[in-house]
């Protein structure tokens, strides 16, 4: 009999000698074997969810408290975070806040000494507006005026780590009125909070909270440590439902922007809190561990349950959230609608976590491939996490029954695919290639014998949203991040110094296509990286970007993103219909053939996907039109 034991002995032994089932590696120089440990993702407390405006100094007291009493602390909750409503917008006449003694016995500085004082890390909240949210929103109210730090940002942000703060969420309410810009508003917030850091010697972590309403994932990296990716996932005096932990999650899959100590954040969690079940809480605890979230609980920790409590401290399930490699998971797997397989790389080689996600109404027998995931051969050990039960894999899958409206967490260990290795000269790497598009794990060596963290910018293909990675100190290393590829050839192009070699490292899974106009030879492509339903479908220069990389389900639909569909839009069915990006519904306006002769038809329209008006500059609008053989409704996929 093959145990578990012996089957991990195996697919080592077999990895050392043969790099079972994967090609041999390409030519390259060897990068280094330090993996280096990046910032996890923050963990911890936060009020709004459960107290919102209603807060003071013995309720954040109280849930201090807690957070040591509970265990929480010792499982890595180190967050005690004050949000909205502690503050009613006064400011003394040099312009520094003011605070309600009342609320604050001995001000703000008292209980960000209290927190401190419990071996915790004190976080505030402000707007980047004249006014915060709570006077839009007040909840209850009344409404004050001037609780934002629009005109003093580097006063206030002084003021927050002077009394104690390590943590400030920067919200949006006052600069959306004001219609301000996003990235120049927080790029000021980013230098005021560092300056901050560098006066009093404490590091003021940055929270950027606009909603994903300026696509933060294009532009955050390398300015906070975390932004948000959508809306609140619960509002005032909601009941929690597996449904918000959907959305918010699905709104979190930008895997390109996460990596290096920076984090898409899906905002606080709603474990604990009335109305969420024990498999909703274990799908959310999942989703958020697998994705390598921020993990900042909303409820009320004085009140938990041994259930709430036992889903938050599972050592393995933490483990895959802080794992030192920082990385999101992907999709890899969606072989029946809202039956989605999700998958982490981890530290170390051949190690992933794996999230199969059973969306729908009945129980469903769901498998992971190895091949997927960027794990060569048939063997491997799988464990889940929850129940401890594990399980040997022989034939390269591993397939569960996984509940209704219920998850499976996974650990997989086996024997990671052939990777290729590519030295970085000039700043550039070049000649990468890709047998499919799709994402990839790219593992930069570098060297860095500053004390802190240098920045560098990477850009794929010269087109791609170029990102900012962190290279921690260290005198040699690699860091990770995940890239999006064009089938066939690429550049990595690294700006600054430290980077020497790259090892990129295909995740089959995520496999897709560019769809290219046989007219202009521009890519079908949605403008700005934009995750916004609704935003419509245009030609622009190909680069093998995720906006551009669309796969074709066995359902007809042409996927990007993961999960957005190219969408006949309103269902329209007449010449001129925007061709646009929309959640999967499985609605025949989402459904496409693609034809011999290279054109792309809709099925409930029967109309051709066509560049309006025969155009091929970039910016060229998609929509439907009736066939009619031009070279505009044609299109090639590579």
């Keep these: 009999m093959l145990t578990l034991t012996r089957l991990l002995v195996l697919i080592v032994a077999l990895s050392t000698v043969t790099g079972i089932g994967g090609a041999p590696a390409s030519a390259g120089p060897a990068i280094s074997a330090n993996q280096v440990r990046v910032p996890a993702a923050p963990m911890g407390w936060a009020s709004w969810n459960t107290f919102f405006e209603n807060i003071d100094h013995n309720v954040i ?10 265990g929480l602390a010792a499982a890595g909750y180190r967050y005690v975070n004050i949000d909205s409503g502690w503050w009613k917008g006064t400011r003394d006449s040099a312009g520094d806040i003011t605070v309600d003694e009342a609320q604050w016995p001995g001000g703000m500085k008292a209980i960000a000494d209290y927190i401190h004082g419990k071996g915790l890390k004190a976080g505030i909240y402000t707007d980047a507006g004249k006014n915060g949210c709570g006077y839009y929103f007040p909840t209850p109210g009344p409404p004050h005026a001037g609780t934002g730090s629009e005109g003093h940002y ?11 703060f390590d943590y400030v969420k920067v919200d949006w309410c006052g600069a959306d009125v004001e219609k301000l810009d996003a990235p120049g508003t927080y790029r000021a917030l980013s230098d005021a909070a560092a300056k901050a850091s560098a006066t009093t010697g404490r590091e003021l972590v940055l929270s950027i909270c606009e909603w994903g309403k300026n696509d933060p994932w294009n532009w955050a990296p390398g300015m906070a440590p975390l932004w948000r990716t959508g809306t609140d996932i619960i509002f ?17 899959q930008r895997p390109t922007a996460q990596h290096t100590g920076y984090y898409n954040d899906p905002d606080m969690m709603m474990i604990g809190m009335p109305g969420l079940s024990a498999a909703a809480s274990r799908v959310h605890m999942s989703l958020w561990a697998v994705g390598g979230s921020p993990m900042l609980l909303g409820n009320d920790l004085a009140r938990m349950d041994d259930n709430a409590l036992s889903v938050l401290t599972n050592r393995d399930v933490l483990a895959v959230g802080q794992d030192p490699r920082g990385l999101p998971a992907v999709e890899v797997a969606e072989d029946v609608r809202d039956q ?12 992933r976590a794996v999230a199969l996600l059973n969306r729908t109404s009945s129980a469903a027998t769901m498998t992971v491939r190895l091949a997927d995931l960027g794990l060569a051969g048939r063997m491997a050990a799988a464990r889940d996490l929850w129940s401890g039960v594990a399980t040997p894999i022989t034939n390269g899958s591993h397939s569960v029954t996984v509940p209704a409206g219920d998850a499976v967490l996974l650990s997989i260990a086996g024997s990671e695919a052939s990777a290729a290795t590519y ?10 290639t890709a047998r499919t598009g799709g994402l990839a794990v ?21 087109g791609q949203v170029p990102t900012t990675l962190a290279l921690p100190p260290t005198p040699k290393g690699t860091v990770s991040a995940i890239v999006s590829l064009a089938k066939g050839t690429n550049s990595l192009t690294l700006s600054g110094t430290g980077v020497t070699a790259v090892e990129v490292r295909e995740l089959p899974g995520t496999a897709g296509t560019e769809v290219i106009g046989s007219q202009s030879g521009r890519c079908a492509d949605i403008n700005g990286n934009t995750i916004t339903n609704g935003t419509q479908a245009q030609l622009w220069d190909c680069n093998g970007g995720e906006q551009q990389t669309f796969t074709l389900t066995s359902r007809k639909e042409l996927v990007v993103y993961g999960n957005k569909c190219l969408d006949a839009w309103d269902h329209g069915t007449t010449n001129g219909t925007k061709v646009a990006i929309y959640e999967c519904t499985g609605g025949t306006n989402q459904q496409w053939n693609l034809n011999a ?12 996907l066509d560049a309006y008006n025969a155009a091929t500059t970039n910016g060229t609008k998609l929509v439907l039109w009736t066939c009619n053989g031009a070279a505009n409704q044609k299109w090639t996929r590579n």
């Design 61 to 70: 007291k109280a849930q201090a408290d807690a957070l040591v009493s509970s």
């Design 154 to 164: 580097e006063q206030d942000m002084l003021r927050f780590s002077r009394w104690g």
């Design 236 to 252: 005032a005096h909601e009941t929690p439902s597996i449904g918000m932990v959907h959305e918010n999650f699905d709104k979190n």
């Design 340 to 351: 989605q397989v999700y998958a982490k790389v981890l530290s170390g080689t051949g190690r």
């Design 423 to 432: 030295s970085v000269v000039n700043s550039s790497a070049t000649g990468i």
């Design 442 to 462: 790219a593992t930069f060596e570098y060297t860095n014998g500053d004390r802190v963290a240098r920045q560098t910018t990477l850009q794929v293909n010269g």
């Design 597 to 608: 002769d290279g054109t792309i038809t809709g099925v409930q329209s029967g109309l051709c």
